[in-house]
């Protein structure tokens, strides 16, 4: 049972158009969501966050937006640049305060 | 900045050999993690730490066993080692009741295959 889903397994975009990565999640008991990129051979890195009382956060070119009542988030890169070309990951937490469930990923190509 | 380190980047063991990996960090993290990466299947957590010789199953725990002696180390082993666990595998870690204590850090990676 897949709590937490990443149903674009690859995004290719334009260097300076928008990126939109989505997700979606099932647990109505997760109450914060994180994103983080990956690049090839190296561990994930985190990106933003934001709690299940907001519904926007805003970092630099990055943010994070949340429906709770579509059970959806989706993060946002404006301008995509090619160094954002990596794998990302929506991650969630619920219940237990020690673990994350992660999504799939996304990878996404953003071309010169 | 939090640092975790995994001490073997790329293993390539035999099946039936016992492997460890290990993972160190050095922010007295209380929270200590195991995951492993395979394509089309995202990051599925093998098995988590709390506190010093606690842990805990995560998702996918069959094959494997954790050692937690000290607070900054935690140890994956694989008692005997079989091809479906050539895999990525990432350590992170996590402190509590600090901004951001939602945030995994994770080390490098250790790119294990098994023969």
Same mark, same amino acid.
């Given at each position: 049972d897949?709590?937490?889903?990443?149903n674009?397994? =690859?995004?290719?975009?334009?260097?300076?158009?928008?990126?939109?990565?989505?997700?979606d999640?099932?647990? =109505?008991?997760?109450?914060?969501f994180l994103?983080y990129?990956?690049?090839?051979?190296e561990? @994930?890195?985190?990106?933003? =966050?934001? =709690?299940?009382?907001?519904?926007?956060n805003? #970092?630099?070119?990055f943010?994070?937006?949340?429906?709770?009542?579509? /059970?959806?988030?989706?993060?946002?890169?404006? @301008?995509?640049? @090619?160094? #954002?070309?990596?794998?990302?990951?929506?991650?969630?937490?619920g219940?237990?305060?020690? /673990?994350?469930?992660?999504? /799939?990923?996304?990878?996404?190509?953003?071309? @010169? | 900045? $939090? +640092?975790v380190?995994?001490? !073997? %980047?790329?293993? *390539? +063991?035999?099946?039936?050999e016992?492997?460890?990996?290990?993972c160190?960090?050095?922010?007295?993290?209380?929270?200590?993690?195991w995951? %492993?990466?395979?394509?089309?299947?995202?990051l599925?957590?093998?098995?988590?730490?709390?506190?010093? +010789?606690?842990?805990?199953?995560?998702?996918?725990?069959?094959?494997?066993? *954790?050692? %937690?002696? +000290?607070?900054?180390?935690? !140890? &994956?082993? &694989?008692?005997?080692?079989s091809?479906?666990?050539?895999?990525?595998?990432l350590?992170? !870690?996590?402190?509590q009741?600090?901004?951001?204590?939602? $945030? &995994?850090?994770?080390?490098?990676? !250790?790119? &294990?295959?098994?023969?």
């Amino acid at each position: 049972d897949q709590q937490v889903k990443q149903n674009s397994p =690859s995004l290719s975009v334009q260097e300076g158009r928008i990126s939109i990565l989505n997700c979606d999640y099932t647990n =109505s008991m997760f109450d914060y969501f994180l994103w983080y990129k990956k690049y090839p051979a190296e561990g @994930p890195t985190f990106l933003i =966050s934001i =709690s299940s009382i907001k519904d926007k956060n805003e #970092d630099g070119r990055f943010t994070v937006f949340l429906n709770k009542s579509a /059970k959806h988030l989706s993060l946002h890169i404006v @301008p995509s640049q @090619p160094g #954002d070309s990596a794998v990302y990951f929506c991650a969630a937490r619920g219940g237990s305060n020690y /673990k994350l469930t992660f999504g /799939k990923g996304t990878l996404l190509t953003v071309n @010169p | 900045d $939090v +640092k975790v380190t995994q001490s !073997s %980047r790329y293993l *390539v +063991k035999r099946t039936g050999e016992k492997v460890f990996l290990e993972c160190v960090q050095d922010m007295d993290h209380e929270n200590m993690f195991w995951y %492993r990466q395979d394509p089309g299947l995202g990051l599925r957590l093998i098995y988590f730490s709390y506190d010093v +010789k606690m842990k805990e199953k995560g998702d996918i725990p069959e094959g494997y066993s *954790v050692s %937690r002696e +000290k607070k900054e180390r935690f !140890s &994956l082993i &694989l008692e005997s080692a079989s091809t479906n666990q050539t895999s990525m595998y990432l350590c992170a !870690s996590k402190g509590q009741g600090i901004p951001g204590a939602n $945030v &995994l850090t994770f080390g490098a990676g !250790s790119r &294990l295959t098994v023969l």
